[in-house]
């Protein structure tokens, strides 16, 4: 079972970026979908963007509005987050999660992990990414 962790967060300015990453240990993503969250204070967390970790499939929500990027490495233990054009209602907690992908759907279990990610059993620690104007 792989384990998660986010890093990257910090204070920018708006018009800014900021890079975050999930680090897998235990197991790589290669079997994996990775979707980034994200959690206002007094709001839900919801999905913001998602790969799948085998095929570097991509899946965005209307919350990234073009100006991110998803990607995973070469050793399939890292996604990078690449947060551009970054605007203070963007500022949240981030979160990456991850399901297995073995024996499912890929799409499906991306959708479902979008769709309810109360459900989902892995997760980050977070990393705080804060907006300012």
């Known amino acids: 079972e792989v384990q998660l962790q986010a890093c990257g967060g910090g204070l920018v300015q708006a018009g800014g970026s900021l890079r975050l990453s999930c680090a897998a240990s235990?197991?790589?993503?290669?079997?994996?979908?990775i979707v980034w969250f994200r959690q206002a204070p007094g709001k839900e967390r919801k999905g913001v963007i998602g790969?799948?970790?085998?095929?570097?499939?991509?899946y965005h929500t209307d919350s990234a509005k073009g100006r991110f990027t998803i990607s995973i490495n070469g050793a399939k233990n890292t996604v990078w987050l690449q947060l551009n054009g970054l605007k203070p209602e963007d500022t949240a907690a981030y979160y990456c999660?991850?399901?297995?992908?073995?024996?499912?759907?890929?799409?499906?279990?991306?959708?479902?992990?979008?769709?309810?990610?109360?459900?989902?059993?892995?997760w980050g620690k977070g990393t705080q990414v804060t907006v300012s104007s």
């Open positions: 999660a991850a399901e297995t992908t073995i024996g499912r759907d890929p799409e499906i279990t991306i959708g479902t992990m979008f769709r309810a990610p109360q459900a989902i059993g892995l």
């Open positions: 235990g197991d790589t993503f290669d079997d994996y979908a």
């Open positions: 790969i799948i970790g085998r095929d570097g499939s991509a």
